[in-house]
T-cell receptor, first 115, second 115 residues
Framework: DTGVSQNPRHKITKRGQNVTFRCDPISEHNRLYWYRQTLGQGPEFLTYFQNEAQLEKSRLLSDRFSAERPKGSFSTLEIQRTEQGDSAMYLC?????????????FGPGTRLTVT | GENVEQHPSTLSVQEGDSAVIKCTYSDSASNYFPWYKQELGKRPQLIIDIRSNVGEKKDQRIAVTLNKTAKHFSLHITETQPEDSAVYFCAAVRGFSGGYNKLIFGAGTRLAVHP
């Protein structure tokens, strides 16, 4: 499968625990994005990488959230001290780094449930 | 701030009828407008997009129109089929020559096509 992949697909955790999600973008894509989608809503932008540089973080991304893309390939999103309000689908997307490379391709998402 | 409004939130049509979904955006600098289809439990998939230098784009049964002056764009699906049933999201993005492109999504339209 040459598309965007995410692991795990589902995560159930207790409030206060830390969780980490992984995203593997399409191999030639140098831009990587994280979005959060709650039930009945469109995806909301969280953060964006160009290669290994994190260029923007949404105000939705509190201090408990951290994202990395250490070698400009896969990325991880960590949530510390999870809260019930963190329950959502976390989507990763990637795109080409050219002037015409607007198209973003999404992964299947990681569904987080905080109990 | 940046905002995209999408209407209607739900749409029910008979197979073979046309469906129209409308979106308005607030950022006048937005220059790329993709539409995504999301089936239950699956990733959002790009179905059509339009750039601001084009007023209309068509791909088989789907078409998108853009009115930059009014800051609104629409998705048109003709000859609807049951497999068109899904949630459709519009999005807007301000892209630069470097391709920086944070997507701002609408809240989605749940389309149901009845046989």
């Amino acid at each position: 499968d040459t598309g965007v992949s995410q692991n795990p697909r589902h995560k159930i955790t207790k409030r206060g625990q830390n969780v980490t999600f992984r995203c593997d973008p399409i191999s030639e894509h140098n831009r990587l994005y994280w979005y959060r989608q709650t039930l009945g809503q469109g995806p909301e932008f969280l953060t964006y990488f160009q290669n290994e540089a994190q260029l923007e973080k949404s105000r939705l991304l509190s201090d408990r959230f951290s994202a990395e893309r250490p070698k400009g390939s896969f990325s991880t999103l960590e949530i510390q001290r999870t809260e019930q309000g963190d329950s959502a689908m976390y989507l990763c997307a990637s795109s080409l780094g050219t002037g015409a490379g607007y198209e973003q391709y999404f992964g299947p998402g990681t569904r987080l449930t905080v109990t | 701030g940046e905002n995209v409004e999408q209407h209607p939130s739900t749409l029910s049509v008979q197979e073979g009828d046309s469906a129209v979904i409308k979106c308005t955006y607030s950022d006048s600098a937005s220059n790329y407008f993709p539409w995504y289809k999301q089936e239950l439990g699956k990733r959002p998939q790009l179905i059509i997009d339009i750039r601001s230098n084009v007023g209309e784009k068509k791909d088989q049964r789907i078409a998108v129109t853009l009115n930059k002056t009014a800051k609104h764009f629409s998705l048109h699906i003709t000859e609807t089929q049951p497999e068109d049933s899904a949630v459709y999201f519009c999005a807007a993005v301000r892209g630069f020559s470097g391709g920086y492109n944070k997507l701002i999504f609408g809240a989605g339209t749940r389309l149901a096509v009845h046989p």
